[in-house]
């Protein structure tokens, strides 16, 4: 029996627990499952790939002619799978006070989607992943009220793009490479790699391709948020980790992806999406570090990617509990709460410090990896980049985000802690954050799970590094007092902040409305001229395509694949802009 | 809403209590002080433990780090407002939800001290 279930990808069995949930009327049932099938999967990924095993390439079906890998477990692989399972059990107790089945069962498909997708072997099993994880994704920021509606429906446009993007990409470089799908090393020496990393660099936030999340992460429910913030950009960071390590352009975009959410975070009111930002920013140094490429720098990624969805769900945790307590997540309505949520306001300075890499706290073990590797290979202005950065973390994350909730002015505003399961999910979060970067026995847990190499040769707590990394945090946070004494640091003012969003929900949209209108002028006058097209292009069309068409003789069933899905993604985003 | 609309003005969380003179203006005052020890602290510390792998012209500027944090925070700080001046706009400019959800938010309704 333990051995038919050890071919099943062990995330199919939080999606089934899911879909359960959808059917489930009590909640005690759903939180039990929700809690439950996370741990589960854990175990199943450690029966099937005990510590030290060799690694697991199971599953296979074969789909139209194609051999799909429904389950590789290996080194890098398994580290995401027990990370996601370790975050779904978090996300569980921190939404354990909420009695909604649609975020109970899209909570626990989204998990199961994600831990599926990173377990899979191939690019097939991956879209399809790859996809679900956008589909039940979006009920977490519908869940945010009417407000999110728009919102939702653009990040699921984006996200079905991008895997439209993934499952072309997967055909173009499977048929440059006999027609293997295998999800292994990619790189860009054909077209169809470049989409592939078009596709990752979408649901990762690539600069200007980043915008689905500042746009809908803020505006999800609480718990959703919450949620959202673990999986979908850490399920893109394995996909690169896995597709394009040492790819040079990478680099780059990801020192930019360091620097640029900095400035936008420092000026953002709505401390979720200034968290979003931050989100964003650390990303850049993961990107950075898979461009890099080296052992240490891949090692530095994985240890980053752990660590950073930790501290960043307790920092979204901390800030959710306060949006639970006082119904607001900006800036400029909060201030003071340490004297009503003292708890609350200790886990996020945790995770301030977490983040802000100050030693004893997680990222200070592994960001520094990163940027070692950079000074390693002579990678200077990228190193400066994300130094730079560094400092920008400890302004938007380290600074503003505890400083304007919980410490700064008294917004008058007496409420109660937040609730038990929340604090519990926080501490457990919280001593996460603690544990892994201790330096005795502490990082070198972490560390042992590190996929590259036989050991890492890295040691965080050197008197140099600890001085220096002070020298930085001790710099700026001396640079905050002294401009915020001074009147030169900026208040908190309400506004919404343009971003890339604004070329599409502006400008594309009254260019749109302005063919739309033109478009309706002209057709009263081409009627007859369009239905003579309409039905030209309808013969040329099942000329093409129909069972005795030219596509059925002898070209590749993934062309029509292509052609299919581009053609739905058109219909979808019509059917968007002219709703 | 979850806000206790029981809660007084003066209802502070017990454990919040040893804590409350980190809102004291002097406090936040001379807060300052206390990092720019440490600061000088480290950068006195660093002339005794030199980086490993500086960068080449790190060996010319003595608490390196602590300069280019200083410089690359107030940098950050001091663009934000001309930032804000090019990119803000109303709350509402895409009329779908720049503003919170009335059902939900208490925005608006506290009565504290003015933000600055």
Redesign the interface.
């Known amino acids: 029996m333990i051995d038919i279930l050890t071919l099943i990808n062990p995330g199919l069995w939080i999606i089934v627990a899911g879909l359960v949930c959808t059917l489930l009327p009590v909640g005690l049932l759903r939180k039990t499952l929700g809690l439950c099938a996370p741990i589960f999967a854990a175990f199943m990924i450690f029966t099937i790939y005990p510590f030290g095993g060799e690694d697991v390439i199971s599953g296979k079906i074969n789909f139209g002619g194609i051999e799909l890998t429904t389950l590789r477990i290996d080194k890098l692989s398994v580290v995401w799978g027990y990370l996601f399972c370790l975050a779904g059990v978090l996300n569980a107790i921190y939404g354990l006070h909420e009695k909604c089945r649609i975020t109970d069962s899209s909570a626990l498909v989204y998990t199961g989607a994600a831990v599926a997708g990173v377990l899979a072997g191939d690019l097939i099993t991956l879209f399809v992943f790859w996809e679900l994880t956008a589909i039940s994704s979006v009920f977490l920021i519908w869940k945010g009220g009417e407000r999110a509606y728009a919102a939702g429906l653009r990040y699921l446009a984006i996200h079905v793009f991008s895997g439209v993007l993934l499952l072309a990409g997967a055909v173009i470089y499977a048929s440059a490479n006999g027609g293997d799908f295998t999800f292994g090393y990619i790189g860009l020496e054909s077209p169809g790699g470049w989409l592939l990393l078009i596709a990752m660099g979408i649901k990762c936030g690539f600069p200007m391709l980043h915008m689905w999340m500042q746009d809908a992460y803020p505006k999800a429910s609480i718990t959703g948020t919450v949620i959202l913030a673990s999986f979908t950009t850490k399920f893109a960071i394995y996909a690169l980790a896995r597709g394009f390590p040492g790819t040079d352009i990478l680099i780059w975009i990801g020192a930019v992806m360091t620097c640029f959410p900095v400035f936008f975070a420092v000026v953002e009111n709505d401390l979720r999406r200034v968290l979003a930002y931050s989100l964003n920013n650390q990303l850049g140094f993961m990107v950075c570090g898979i461009g890099i490429g080296s052992t240490l720098a891949l090692n530095g990624v994985v240890g980053q990617v752990f660590l950073h969805v930790i501290f960043k769900g307790l920092l979204f945790m901390s800030i959710g509990a306060v949006m639970y307590r006082t119904g607001t997540a900006k800036a400029s309505e909060l201030g003071g709460l340490f004297r009503s949520m003292p708890f609350t306001t200790v886990l996020c300075l945790i995770g301030a410090a977490s983040i802000a890499a100050v030693p004893m706290f997680a990222a200070f073990v592994t960001k520094a990896m990163i940027l070692a590797a950079a000074v390693e290979d002579h990678l200077y202005i990228p190193f400066l980049m994300m130094l730079f950065a560094s400092a920008g973390v400890m302004e938007h994350s380290g600074i503003k985000v505890p400083h304007f909730t919980f410490f700064a002015h008294d917004s008058g505003r007496r409420v109660k802690e937040a609730p038990w399961n929340m604090l519990l999910a926080m501490s457990l979060a919280a001593v996460i954050c603690i544990v892994l970067a201790f330096p005795w026995g502490g990082y070198q847990l972490l560390y042992a799970l590190m996929p590259f190499g036989e050991t890492v040769n890295y040691h965080p707590y050197t008197v140099d590094h600890v001085v220096f990394q002070m020298q930085l945090l001790f710099a700026a946070i001396f640079a905050f007092t002294l401009l915020k004494r001074r009147g030169l640091y900026p208040s908190e003012r309400r506004a919404e902040i343009l971003d890339v969003d604004w070329t599409y929900r502006r400008v594309g949209l009254t260019i749109l409305q302005w063919i739309s209108a033109m478009w309706a002028r002209l057709s009263v006058l081409t009627g007859r001229l369009r239905a003579k097209v309409t039905d030209e292009c309808g013969k040329r069309l099942y000329q093409v395509f129909s069972p005795a068409g030219r596509f059925s003789e002898a070209a590749p069933s993934g062309l029509t694949a292509i052609m299919t899905a581009a053609m739905l993604v058109f219909i979808l985003m019509i059917a968007y802009f002219t709703r | ?4 609309a029981n ?7 017990p ?2 209590r040893p ?2 003179f ?2 004291k203006q002097s406090v ?2 001379n ?2 002080w206390i ?2 020890s ?2 000088i602290i ?2 006195v ?2 002339f005794f ?5 500086p ?2 012209i790190e060996k010319y500027i003595p ?8 410089l ?3 940098f ?6 001309f ?2 001046k090019v ?8 009329g ?6 009335p ?6 309704e ?7």
């Open positions: 809403m979850k806000t206790d809660h007084k003005e003066d209802d502070i969380h454990a919040a804590f409350l980190l809102g936040k005052h807060f300052m990092v720019l440490g600061m480290c950068i510390l660093g433990f030199p980086q490993k792998h960068l080449p608490g390196s780090w602590a300069v280019f944090g200083f690359a925070y107030s950050i700080v001091l663009c934000a407002p930032i804000f990119l803000a706009r109303d709350e509402n400019y895409y779908e939800g720049g503003l919170p959800d059902e939900y938010s208490t925005e608006h506290h009565d504290g001290d003015r933000h600055d």
